[in-house]
């Protein structure tokens, strides 16, 4: 009976010491990734029900662009502070993080080549393929005092590509 609660004590003291974190995030990348090229205070996550529409939209756009021959599988969305037009310097620390920290190679730069979106797309070779990318909208989102939607993606790519996907993903409508 004793043995229980000095347990308990140790591994609670084990974690207030080393401030261990007991829960970490899905996908640890993209956090880091996030946190490096959009930090908070003013830059903030976006929690789940905010924007959902967006959101949804963004992945779509992300998928279309791509071809449909990659199926996003993670997503984390930051809302920029009000008024920002930081995007080429968000842009930078991302590809910065990207291909310093994580070694990605670039495989798409569409900064330019879309009215809404700007992407960058990484594959890292860490033995088993998996792609990065980087989603900046070019427009303020409505009643968020300016804000723009920025969004950071985890891919796979999709085995049979010629089989292309609809616009109705069965995850759009569930994007955090």
């Known amino acids: 009976m004793m043995f229980r609660p000095l347990a308990v004590a140790f591994v609670l003291a084990c974690c207030a010491l080393t401030s261990c974190k007991t829960i970490e995030p899905a996908n640890g990348t993209l956090q880091d990734m996030q946190e490096w090229a959009t930090p908070e205070p003013l830059d903030r996550l976006s929690p789940a029900n905010e924007q959902r529409r967006a959101k949804a939209e963004m992945v779509r756009w992300v998928e279309r662009y791509l071809k449909h021959e990659y199926r996003v599988i993670g997503r984390r969305f930051v809302l920029t502070a009000p008024g920002s037009t930081d995007g080429a310097a968000i842009g930078s620390k991302a590809h910065q993080f990207a291909t310093q920290n994580l070694g990605g190679a670039m495989q798409i730069d569409g900064w330019f080549e879309d009215v809404d979106y700007r992407i960058f797309l990484w594959a890292f070779d860490d ?30 790519r999709i ?8 616009d109705d993903h069965p995850d759009a409508e569930g994007v955090r």
Not at 128 to 133: H, L, T
Not at 135 to 140: A, E, G, K, P, Q
Request: proline share 5%; charged share 20%.
């Open 159 to 166: 085995a049979n590509a010629d089989v292309h996907q609809t």
């Open 127 to 156: 033995g088993s393929p998996r792609y990065v990318a980087f989603v900046w909208s070019n427009n303020f989102l409505p009643d968020t005092r300016e804000r723009t939607l920025v969004g950071y993606f985890e891919l796979v």
